[in-house]
């Protein structure tokens, strides 16, 4: 089974993410959807590969999601399970499933990428791939990650940064 996103998408508009940047989360989509079906056969990868006109950056970012999700797969299900209320892992959706394995895992495991991109991706993707219900969905679930995971702190703080009050010059006159 194989799920087709086309290398030449381009990024959606309005949106702050760098073109390569949404296109590599495309295709880490695309190869984590594959590997639910054919991690038993290790030429996957490059049979992959070999079927894009990727740029070597948009390789590289798409590569490190995709081992960074395999390697924290354990840890990455066990944070969905924990927020995904009355839902289970297993009957998710195969492409809800693994957006939210990607935007957790760079929610967590990429400190250089706010999470506001992060989430806003997901919401792309899941709205792109997937439907409404499964768009809000991902954005519900990470939000929650967000507000309520210990380790999310810094990006928390970066997410919402406090606005110092405006200083006011004292009106009276000196002398």
């Not at 993410?17 to 990868?45: G, T, V, Y």
């Not at 992959?48 to 995709?66: D, K, L, R």
């Not at 991706?121 to 792109?128: G, Y």
Request: hydrophobic share 40%; glycine share 2%.
């Amino acid at each position: 089974m194989t799920m087709t996103i086309p290398s030449d998408t381009p990024p959606a508009n309005g949106t702050n993410a760098r073109p390569s940047r949404r296109l590599a989360r495309q295709l880490a989509l695309q190869m984590l959807f594959q590997h639910e079906f054919h991690d038993q056969n290790p030429s996957w990868q490059e049979k992959f590969w070999a079927g894009q006109s990727a740029s070597p950056e948009v390789q590289t970012f798409s590569s490190n999601i995709v081992l960074g999700v395999i390697t924290n797969q354990a840890e990455i299900d066990r944070i969905i399970r924990h927020f995904a209320i009355d839902w289970s892992l297993e009957r998710m959706p195969v492409v809800d499933r693994n957006v939210l394995r990607c935007a957790i895992y760079e929610l967590l495991w990429e400190p250089d990428i706010p999470a506001m991109v992060t989430i806003n991706e997901a919401v792309e993707l899941a709205k792109r791939f997937a439907d409404d219900e499964a768009r809000r969905f991902v954005n519900g679930l990470l939000d929650h990650v967000l507000r309520d995971e210990p380790r999310l702190a810094d990006k928390r703080n970066r997410s919402h940064p406090v606005i110092p009050a405006p200083e006011f010059s004292d009106p009276s006159p000196t002398s």
